[in-house]
T-cell receptor, first 113, second 111 residues
Framework: GAGVSQSPRYKVAKRGQDVALRCDPI?????LFWYQQALGQGPEFLTY????????KSGLPSDRFFAERPEGSVSTLKIQRTQQEDSAVYLC???????????FGSGTRLTVV | SQQGEEDPQALSIQEGENATMNCSYK?????LQWYRQNSGRGLVHLIL?????REKHSGRLRVTLDTSKKSSSLLITASRAADTASYFC???????????FGKGTRLSVIA
């Protein structure tokens, strides 16, 4: 596609519910990144894929967070047993190669109530 | 954790004035990038400067990099109301590592 597409745009989850956030990167982009952005803050790194390989997941805040990219294209970020502190905007970005600028999606705003 | 620190946190100027934002970082970098984020939207890549470059221009944007001081500045000349946004610097450490973002500068351009 022309850009990075994320869905849903907004998600309201009850505390304890599982959620799945989808990212469809630019076709052919090898690298895919997930970031979490709290209100008024900069994006915080969560995890990174190169093709289908998850090369770095050091930013995932707990074992309730899980990401996958099974075919090296679409990626899903799953959060189990959501907590209020998980409320944030989740941003996905893709890049053709390392050392290049990222193209970001519009994000998914998650609100846990 | 966030490596970059933008300064100031917020900046308000009149249309037509120049806006300067600064970024400091902590570790050695491969390159430094600037992004813009409009309210409620994703980030848009503005400009990338490599560690062996000192200055780069793109339209009304001018970026400088001083690796000895671990700092960068973004200058927007002849600002417009449409430049109102948050601006973030992000660094790419040596090797194949993800970008690390600062906390951003909120720029308001008043018409």
């Amino acid at each position: 596609g022309a850009g990075v597409s994320q869905s849903p745009r907004y998600k309201v989850a009850k505390r304890g519910q599982d959620v799945a956030l989808r990212c469809d990167p630019i076709s052919g982009h090898v690298s895919l990144f997930w970031y979490q952005q709290a209100l008024g803050q900069g994006p915080e790194f969560l995890t990174y894929f190169q093709n289908e390989a998850q090369l770095d997941k050091s930013g995932l805040p707990s074992d309730r967070f899980f990401a996958e990219r099974p075919e090296g294209s679409v990626s899903t970020l799953k959060i189990q047993r959501t907590q209020q502190e998980d409320s944030a905007v989740y941003l996905c970005a893709s890049s053709s190669t390392s050392g290049k600028g990222y193209t970001f999606g519009s994000g998914t705003r998650l609100t846990v109530v | 954790s966030q490596q970059g620190e933008e300064d100031p946190q917020a900046l308000s100027i009149q249309e037509g004035e120049n806006a300067t934002m600064n970024c400091s970082y902590k570790t050695s970098i491969n390159n430094l990038q600037w992004y813009r984020q409009n309210s409620g939207r994703g980030l848009v890549h503005l400009i990338l400067i490599r560690s062996n470059e000192r200055e780069k221009h793109s339209g009304r944007l001018r970026v400088t990099l001083d690796t000895s001081k671990k700092s960068s500045s973004l200058l927007i000349t002849a600002s417009r109301a449409a430049d109102t946004a948050s601006y973030f610097c992000a660094t790419d450490a040596r090797g194949n590592t993800p970008l690390v973002f600062g906390k951003g500068t909120r720029l308001s351009v008043i018409a």
